[in-house]
């Protein structure tokens, strides 16, 4: 007999529109997401502390923005509310925001961090380094998203072994930011775009 606490599947939900963890996320569902945020801004303070970084601070404010968005969303679009929410129909009450959001091509399309870290602290080169994993963001997800139900999870995980082994061995990654591409596609790859049974407490 298993030791596992009674859930249920359950796709309907009410409630104010959450675009961040999904409608109806339980207080320990936002603390894991938030502890998500805290520790991707930490890694800036300790980098800071130890003189890794030499930025301005106008950079730092735009790498925390990143890290809230790309460090807290691998959690938070993981979270069977966020699923739930990403992947039902529109609400009447969700307006036009909710849908657009709801819309996965437009949803990828809106994650432009590697353009930004590229332009805005990799130098030379930085374009082509934003363009490429933009583009490889972008072909994975495109690949998902074609791809039957049953094969989107198995898929998405070869992308993220692929963005892995990228990151490591062929692009070498901006300074400071190292942990951002394998982070960005375990948020939308598998996160975002893999339709997954909301499970919920009993």
Request: overall charge neutral; some cysteine; hydrophobic content about 55%.
């Amino acid at each position: 007999m298993s030791s596992e606490t009674p859930v249920i599947i359950r796709w309907d939900y009410a409630g104010k529109p959450d675009l961040l963890v999904g409608t109806g996320a339980t207080p320990s569902e936002r603390a894991l997401a938030w502890v998500a945020v805290l520790v991707a801004l930490s890694v800036y303070l300790v980098l800071h502390l130890a003189g890794r970084l030499d930025w301005r601070p106008w950079q730092y404010v735009v790498a925390g923005l990143i890290a809230l968005d790309a460090g807290g969303g691998v959690v938070a679009n993981s979270l069977n509310t966020c699923k739930r929410f990403y992947h039902a129909p529109l609400h009447d009450e969700e307006g036009g925001i909710a849908a657009w959001a709801k819309n996965h091509a437009f949803f990828v399309a809106l994650h432009v961090h590697p353009l930004l870290v590229g332009v805005l602290y990799a130098g030379a080169g930085g374009l082509f380094y934003g363009l490429v994993w933009y583009g490889l963001l972008l072909l994975w997800s495109a690949v998902v998203l074609k791809a039957p139900l049953y094969l989107r999870r198995p898929i998405a995980m070869l992308g993220i072994l692929f963005a892995l082994l990228v990151n490591t061995y062929l692009i070498t990654p901006v300074v400071g930011f190292e942990w951002l591409m394998p982070a960005l596609f375990l948020k939308i790859v598998y996160g975002h775009l893999v339709r997954e049974e909301p499970y919920r407490p009993a």
